[in-house]
């Protein structure tokens, strides 16, 4: 069936199979299109903006996700996660003349948010949606890695340094969408490769510089064969270690690359599946980084999951979730969630929820049950009031919707929904969304700091010093350790601060839109990230495979 988004006013489809997920949630059918339902979920996630404020409870200074300008109460992060407070304490009845958002928003400004969504880490004070990992620093989204720094998406890997999307690496500087890769430097969808620079899409390489679609190769540079010594000889006369040198390798690579065909999409041992970046993936339906996982549909950044639609960053075993974002952990039918973590049954348009069971728009609570608007029922209670809520959210028009935009707790360009739907801060403030002004850059008087060429020429003297980002003319400063990588990794210092570095990497994606076009050797149908008006040469599976190396 076709429907029209109430928000932009496209035409999107419904499928059978999207109806009979629907009916099995016990959910209406949506009324916005799936990019504006995402928009909606993402608007919900900050992820990587980080300030100073005030623990509202031991008065300690923290470093948190909430800028000190909102009025929510924070608490410092093992404060939150402890038993010395107790959600229910904020409980309240159901107002039936009024709408449930409403009440919902009059809940959310009482009760004491974590300041930073992590767990389980060790010397990771700036970082965010980060668990069990060691010593790293302002990363995000990263998993059970050591010493990892300004990297993203990063799962299982150490001393790696302005990485995304990367998993089981080690020692890699400016990586992206790779694994199980060594020592190795600007590599690009790459697998399994060491000691190289500058490669796209190659596997099982080692020792090669500025080359692309190569497998299982050794001494080869811009795809072509030499000897060892020659190799190195090449290498040497580069001067890797010169920012000058490398800005202008950098240029030079990314016009040759032009040269060879591109893989329509990502994906491995899929059957059935439409999206990019989808590895052991069965019955997917316009996913994307998602992996392990099976009868999915719209889902982003998710894995190990099954049955589950409109889910972005998690599910960890979850199964018939529906309109969830940054949730995850053996949860089973749970819809209209946002940063709802581990073990959770029938939990609906609830936030920061933990093992949680039949609950319904709950805030802040750990190990409970049937509650609503955080106060304690009883079973037969619970869902007598519950099912009388969304009688009266079906007058209102709510049910079935995910959480307004409007009431997030966080402002619109603070969020990941900027990053994947921009707008200007007078679009925003046009649509009713929140925006937050960015801190002005704080001007230091003095002669601009010259940073050296060579890293070899860099003292020490440089950790006094504040950058100014070429890019953004924001300052930055370099910390002992990444200092002691760039010396160890014979790498130059870089000029832009590390948030334009993360802008530059995250630019270097396709977006996360299908195109319909055709493979640029065999005319086969199918649907890639790369627009029809892009330069490159577009091969589906069976015609990249032939050109590979």
């Not at 076709?2 to 496209?10: A, V, Y």
């Not at 160890?488 to 994606?509: D, G, S, T």
Request: aromatic share 14%; with cysteine; net charge neutral.
């Amino acid at each position: 069936m076709k429907k029209i988004c109430k928000t932009t006013g496209k035409t999107f489809e419904i499928t059978e199979d999207d109806l009979k997920f629907y009916e099995k949630m016990g959910v209406p059918t949506p009324t916005l299109c799936p990019e504006e339902r995402q928009r909606r979920r993402l608007s919900w996630r900050n992820e990587r903006n980080l300030y100073h404020r005030v623990c509202d409870i031991t008065g300690k200074k923290i470093i948190s996700i909430y800028s000190p300008d909102k009025l929510l109460p924070v608490y410092e992060k093992n404060y939150w996660w402890s038993d010395k407070w107790d959600g229910r304490k904020y409980g309240r009845d159901f107002d039936f003349s009024r709408p449930f958002f409403e009440q919902f928003l009059a809940l959310q400004k009482v009760i004491p948010r974590p300041s930073l969504h992590v767990v389980g880490n060790e010397n990771c004070d700036f970082v965010n949606q980060c668990g069990f990992s060691k010593d790293c620093y302002l990363s995000f989204n990263t998993d059970y890695s050591e010493s990892c720094f300004f990297c993203s998406n990063t799962f299982y890997s150490s001393d790696c340094l302005d990485s995304l999307h990367c998993e089981k690496c080690e020692l890699c500087y400016e990586c992206l969408d790779c694994k199980n890769c060594y020592a190795s430097k600007f590599l690009k969808n790459c697998k399994n490769c060491s000691e190289s620079y500058f490669l796209k899409n190659c596997i099982g390489c080692s020792d090669c510089f500025g080359c692309v679609n190569l497998r299982n190769k050794q001494y080869y540079f811009l795809n072509e064969k030499c000897t060892k010594e020659k190799y190195f000889k090449k290498l040497s006369d580069l001067k890797l270690e010169k920012y000058s040198s490398l800005k202008s390798l950098r240029k030079n690579f990314s016009e040759f690359i032009k040269k060879y065909p591109c893989k329509f999409v990502e994906i491995l041992n899929v059957e059935n599946v439409s999206g990019d970046y989808l590895n052991n993936c069965k019955n997917a339906k316009h996913c994307f980084d998602s992996f392990d996982s099976e009868n999915i549909s719209y889902c982003a950044v998710f894995s190990w999951g099954k049955d589950c639609m409109d889910f972005d960053v998690g599910g960890y075993e979850s199964e018939l979730c529906y309109e969830t974002a940054s949730s995850g952990g053996k949860q089973f039918d749970c819809a209209f969630m946002a940063n709802c973590w581990t073990e959770a049954t029938n939990l609906f348009y609830s936030e920061l929820m933990i093992r949680i069971k039949h609950c319904f728009g709950c805030i802040g609570l750990k190990s409970a049950q049937y509650c609503i608007l955080n106060k304690q029922y009883s079973k037969e209670e619970y869902f007598q009031l519950r099912d009388k809520i969304i009688d009266h959210m079906k007058k209102t028009k709510e049910w079935g919707e995910f959480f307004p935009i409007e009431i997030s707790p966080f402002a619109y360009n603070e969020t990941m929904a900027q990053e994947y739907f921009p707008l200007t801060k007078e679009e925003a403030l046009a649509k009713g969304y929140k925006w937050k002004e960015k801190e002005e850059t704080i001007k230091h008087d003095g002669p601009k700091y010259e940073i050296p060429d060579n890293i070899k020429d860099v003292s020490d003297e440089i950790l006094e010093k504040v950058l100014i980002c070429e890019n953004t003319g924001k300052n930055y400063r370099i910390i002992k350790v990444e200092l002691d990588f760039y010396r160890k990794m014979n790498l130059p210092i870089p000029r832009n601060c590390p948030e334009a570095r993360y802008v530059e990497r995250r630019n270097l994606r396709n977006p996360r839109i299908l195109y319909d076009r055709k493979c640029d050797k065999c005319g086969l149908d199918i649907q890639t990230t790369f627009a029809p008006e892009r330069p490159e040469k577009i091969f589906c599976e069976k015609c990249y495979l032939e050109v590979v190396n």
